[in-house]
Nanobody
Framework: QVQLVESGGGLVQAGGSLRLSCAAS????????MSWFRQAPGEERIFVAG????????YEADSVKGRFTISRDNAENTVYLQMNSLKPEDTAVYYC?????????????????WGQGTQVTVSS
């Protein structure tokens, strides 16, 4: 099994920045894809950004492209989401997720491993 723990969420004003972290433990990560999703109250959980663990290739949703950057630290088994130029519509619970594949997918159903989530609130 893989355990994922998110951290780094909080309250920030519009235009500000936050960096989220997701620490992984359990299985050794060698051919995984990891992604960030977010979910606002009453809304569907949607894809934000993903990264291939083996080569670091990334993919970001159009809504965050140019503002958010996903990265990884193999030594620490940690994936990050650097969020810049935050907007109120970015407010949501952010989750990290993992799947046993090098392929990034954008649907939550494709990810069997999930963290508990961390709240990000962006004020106007």
């Amino acid at each position: 099994q893989v355990q994922l723990v998110e951290s780094g969420g909080g309250l920030v004003q519009a235009g500000g920045s936050l960096r989220l972290s997701c620490a992984a433990s359990g299985r050794t990560f060698s051919r995984y894809a990891m992604s960030w999703f977010r979910q606002a109250p009453g809304e569907e959980r949607i894809f934000v950004a993903g990264i291939r663990w083996n080569d670091g290739r990334t993919y970001e949703a159009d809504s965050v492209k140019g503002r958010f950057t996903i990265s990884r630290d193999n030594a620490e088994n940690t994936v990050y989401l650097q969020m810049n130029s935050l907007k109120p519509e970015d407010t949501a619970v952010y989750y990290c997720a993992a799947r046993v594949s090098v392929t990034i997918r954008t649907m939550p159903v494709d990810y069997p491993y999930w963290g508990q989530g961390t709240q990000v609130t962006v004020s106007s």
